[in-house]
């Protein structure tokens, strides 16, 4: 259960509706001067062994407004 309950935040037009966690899933966030970039991965097996993590999708953008994330890497959908 989330500490903070959206309904009691202030209305932003920014604001992102929550989202569900999923066990042995993880967003990773690289924040560097020229580039944003996410990664979102899946672990269900060892949490300890990198080989059993799968990248799922990987996106950067420049900062600021108006940039479109570009794709860099997204795992078939037959292999997720």
Known sequence: MSLIDPND???????RRPIRALCGRALGVDLSPNWIGLAAASNCGNGLKIEDAKLLEARRRPPGRGHQPQLLYRLPDALR
């Not at 935040?9 to 604001?15: A, E, G, K, T």
Request: glycine share 0%; no cysteine.
């Open 9 to 15: 935040l202030p209305d932003h037009s920014q604001r």
